[in-house]
């Protein structure tokens, strides 16, 4: 448990600046996400939430690739930059998705705040299922 001794001592600045240069790498909020979607960035959002959650709504667009399916890696991409959103700020879901993800070769995102953060920020939700192709073989995964 971390203690506020702990939690504020002096830190490494050189380690600090490699820690937020790989956090303003591998993350992003849902504010930008939206502006990206809008402007046709080249993505695929990727829900790692439970289907049926998935279901009541989602990012638009967004395909649902919950953890019981990780391993099929179906609709993720290898020629586009995969964003992925999971519950809420306190949820490692997607984190955890973006290490094995990567760990395969895909290039991999993580959205601040999960779906509850882009509903608080009042972005558009889609609601039901979208359909995605599955992979010819495991490792050529593809999005529809």
């Not at 820690?19 to 996400?33: A, H, R």
């Not at 993505?43 to 953890?67: C, M, S, T």
Request: charged share 25%; net charge negative.
């Amino acid at each position: 448990m971390m203690t506020s001794q702990t939690q504020f001592r002096k830190n490494d600045p050189a380690k600090a600046k490699e820690f937020f240069l790989d956090k303003i790498t591998f993350t992003t909020g849902p504010v930008e996400l939206s502006h990206a979607l809008e402007q046709g960035a080249d993505i695929v959002v990727v829900d790692v939430r439970a289907e049926e959650d998935y279901q009541k709504g989602h990012i638009p667009g967004a395909i649902n690739l919950p953890q019981e399916k990780w391993d099929t890696y179906e609709g993720l991409s290898r020629d586009k930059f995969n964003v992925l959103c999971c519950y809420s700020a306190v949820c490692h879901l997607a984190a955890t998705a973006a290490v094995q993800f990567a760990s395969e070769g895909f290039s991999v995102m993580e959205m601040d705040g999960g779906f509850e953060a882009w509903k608080e920020n009042d972005l558009k939700v889609e609601k039901g299922q979208r359909a995605v192709k599955a992979a010819t073989s495991r490792r050529q995964p593809v999005a529809v």
